[in-house]
C-alpha cells in the first residue's frame, strides 16, 4: 500500500536559515511526489512536483526538491527562510489522475 | 486562487443534524476529490468522482455521500452528525482521467464544527 512518512512533526528555524524538510514514500508503482503547503486557515497549496526528468525540481516561493528513488526521499529545501514561510507542509505521493496519499505534515516555525 | 470553489466556508451544526458541502471544480478539470482533515487523522482521502462516476473510494462513514452533477460541481452529504466528524473538509479538481501527471488542485476547504 501507498504511504508517505514526514518524520519531523515540528521544525523550528532562525529567519535567514537553510531549510530541509523530509519525506519518505512508499508505493509501487512509479511515484509522482508532490508537496504542498497550508497557512493557518488555508487550503493547500501547490509548491512543486516531481513527475519524471530532472531529479531536483524548483517550485514557487523559492522552494526545491529532490527525488531520490534508491532512499524513496523527496525532501524539501529551501535556502534561506522568510518569516512568511512558517506554516504546515505536506508531502505527497500519487499516480497523477488517481487520489493522492498524504503524510501528517510538518510544522514549521521560524524564530527572528 | 486554486480556482477550486468551496461553499460554505465555515458551517456550525449540532449532533444528529445532515449538512451538505458544495464544490465547483476548476475550469475543464472532469475530477473531483473530497479530503477530510482533522487533528488526529491528519488529510483522508473520502472519495473520488469522474465526470459524474465514482472513480475511487477511501474512508467515507456510510453516513456520508457525494455526488457529480453534470455541470461537474459536486456535492458532500454528512448526515446523522457526530461531534468526531468536526474536521475541514477539503475538495480538490484535476484534469481529464488517462492523462498522466495531473496535479490535483485544491480549495479553500469548508470548517464543520458539530456541537
Known amino acids: 500500500a501507498q504511504s508517505v512518512t514526514q518524520p519531523d512533526i515540528h521544525i523550528t528555524v532562525s529567519e535567514g536559515a537553510s531549510l530541509e524538510l523530509r519525506c519518505n514514500y512508499s508505493?509501487?508503482?512509479?511515484?509522482?511526489l508532490f508537496w504542498y503547503v497550508q497557512s493557518p486557515g488555508q487550503g493547500l497549496q501547490l509548491l512543486l512536483k516531481?513527475?519524471?526528468?530532472?531529479?531536483l525540481v524548483q517550485g514557487i516561493k523559492g522552494f526545491e526538491a529532490e527525488f531520490k528513488r534508491s532512499q524513496s526521499s523527496f525532501n524539501l529545501r529551501k535556502p534561506s527562510v522568510h518569516w512568511s514561510d512558517a506554516a504546515e507542509y505536506f508531502c505527497a505521493v500519487g499516480s497523477g489522475n488517481t487520489p493522492l496519499v498524504f503524510g501528517k505534515g510538518t510544522r514549521l516555525s521560524v524564530i527572528a | 486562487d486554486s480556482g477550486v470553489t468551496q461553499t460554505p466556508k465555515h458551517l456550525i451544526t449540532a449532533t444528529g443534524q445532515r449538512v451538505t458541502l458544495r464544490c465547483s471544480p476548476r475550469s475543464g478539470d472532469l475530477s473531483v476529490y473530497w479530503y477530510q482533515q482533522s487533528l488526529d487523522q491528519g488529510l483522508q482521502f473520502l472519495i473520488q468522482?469522474?465526470?459524474?462516476?465514482?472513480?475511487a473510494k477511501g474512508n467515507i462513514l456510510e453516513r456520508f455521500s457525494a455526488q457529480q452533477f453534470p455541470d461537474l460541481h459536486s456535492e458532500l452529504n454528512l448526515s446523522s452528525l457526530e461531534l468526531g466528524d468536526s474536521a475541514l473538509y477539503f475538495c480538490?479538481?484535476?484534469?481529464?482521467?488517462?492523462?498522466?501527471?495531473?496535479?490535483?488542485?485544491f480549495g479553500e476547504g469548508s470548517w464543520l464544527t458539530v456541537v
Open positions: 468522482y469522474y465526470n459524474g462516476e465514482e472513480r
Open positions: 516531481y513527475f519524471s526528468g530532472d531529479t
Open positions: 480538490a479538481s484535476s484534469a481529464e482521467q488517462g492523462r498522466s501527471g495531473n496535479t490535483i488542485y
Open positions: 508505493y509501487g508503482a512509479t511515484p509522482y
